[in-house]
């Protein structure tokens, strides 16, 4: 089996969809847990089959109760969207903290999101902010930028403009687009100096 994964991927990477497709079919024959997310991507971009949003939802869904945590994320991400199955916060926010046990940073930053919104749980900015800081010291750009704006209203921790302005930093140097427009405005205006 380990043959046919590797073959699997390298079909893949260099866009042989059809024959990643048939080598991943074949492994999700065998229930190999991350054949199913690979199956699940192919649809979802339309490679080498028709793209189709419900069969990507269903095949990333089972790779996700496989404890694949990627395909966790992308589980969490089409329900919060309502990309191929029917929009549901509550179930986003589960898939979001399943795939953040396992260790996927962008999970940490949307559950993070979610909590300081209140879509799916109740608000709760203390949780928001321990998971925007975990995943913004992980370099997270988006968390990084999201830990700014608590730290700038003092949204479940201390006021701190400067921790702001720090946080709101990383971010521009990683290319968050709202981030750099903060900081150029807060530069042209005196502010601060990069």
């Keep these: 089996m380990q ?48 793209q189709d949003s419900k069969k990507a939802f269903s095949y990333y869904l089972e790779a996700a109760t496989r404890e694949v945590p990627v395909a966790q994320f992308e589980v969490a991400l089409m329900l919060e969207n309502g990309e191929g199955c029917e929009q549901n916060f509550s179930e986003a926010a589960f898939w979001y ?14 559950l993070a999101a979610m909590f300081k919104e209140g879509r799916g749980v109740e608000q709760d900015y203390k949780k928001a902010y321990v998971l925007f800081k975990k995943a913004a010291i992980e370099g997270n750009a988006s968390a990084q930028f999201n830990l700014g704006a608590l730290y700038d209203m003092g949204l479940g921790c201390e006021e701190d403009k400067e921790k702001a302005i720090e946080w709101c930093r990383k971010a521009s140097f990683q290319g968050h687009q709202k981030a750099k427009e903060i900081m150029m405005r807060m530069q042209n205006d005196g502010q601060v100096v990069f």
């Design 97 to 110: 903290e399943e795939a953040a046990k396992r260790g996927n940073i962008d999970a940490f930053n949307n």
């Design 3 to 50: 043959r046919t994964i590797k073959e699997a991927y390298d079909a893949l990477i260099t866009k042989k969809y059809d024959q990643a497709f048939t080598l991943y079919s074949q492994l999700v024959e065998e229930k190999e847990p991350t054949s199913f997310y690979y199956l699940g991507f192919l649809h979802f971009r339309g490679f080498g089959v028709p």
